[in-house]
């Protein structure tokens, strides 16, 4: 279980324009909350620190670079045996992201610009961090085989897009239609829709995950009960770091995911558990996956 700090409330400024922190989040993704199985989009942990130079409002400011996040990723991918090498499955991979994105609101549209660098291959010791894990907990380690054939190094930028619109469809229901496009570690264009019924459906920021697609909360609003998360979307990817073409890999072009999420909002705690259908995405990979999302806050 994560036990992770939340403050909704602004630090005090020294000066009138100094950013500040206002907001944190973090989500754990791993198909061990999923499907129970060791393989593909794996596991990743994502971080995100809100900062503004005004308190939260509600809603994002409509200024480009008004409210910043600072994003933090890490995730492993990996072929569905870690012992013995297959050259029909994806190779392993490991993935440090930093991004700096830009949220904004223009009436009822939300708006997220952002760019980062991400980071591949042994030089992020993440296949180092599986194997220690794996040990940990007696299970399966990835073989020297298979981390010889992993994704080598490489630095490359990326930027990142997604405009969206919420919808209310009653005072306790809303939908949000949305775009959005990626090029850097993964170039595709998405169109999806997330649905949300309940008591904090609004007033608070929340931002997507990139592997399961589920909206993690990093501005709590102030309502406190359970939502009902939904959503679905469709992708058009051309280009792939995890799947290089220089290895042979076949891309499907047309990737599908499908997520179900409860949150849970106290007077001082939050929760949220997610659950998200990840579509084939190479030619070869026999099946879909299920993947479980993670997310405890603390308010003090």
Known sequence: MLLLPFSGQAEPLEQAQKRQRIGYGLMFTNDLFGDGKD????????????????????????????????????????????????????????????????????????????????????????????????????????????????????????????????LALTDRAQLRPFVEARAGDETYLRAGVDFSYGQIAQGGLLVRETVSGQRYRTMQGEATGLTLTAGADIAYVSQSLFLPDSSGYTLENNRHRARLGLRWQGENASAFYGLSYLGEEFSSQREGQLTGSLQLQLRF
Do not use: C, K
């Open 39 to 166: 393989r593909w989009r794996t596991g990743s942990l994502t971080s995100s620190r809100i900062y503004a130079r005004q308190g939260w409002q509600g809603q994002a400011p409509a200024g480009f670079g008004d409210l910043l996040e600072l994003r933090l990723q890490g995730q492993i991918l990996a072929p569905e045996d870690l012992r013995v090498p297959d050259a029909t499955d994806r190779p392993w991979a490991g993935a440090l992201t930093v991004e700096l994105n830009s949220h904004m609101q223009r009436g009822a549209t939300e708006i997220m610009l952002g760019g980062g660098l991400v980071m591949l291959g042994p030089q992020t010791h993440l296949d180092e961090l599986q194997t220690w894990l794996h040990d940990l907990t007696s299970a399966p380690q990835p073989s020297d085989a298979v981390l010889a054939g992993q994704v080598p190094n490489t630095f490359r930028p990326l930027i990142s897009a997604e405009i969206g619109r919420s």
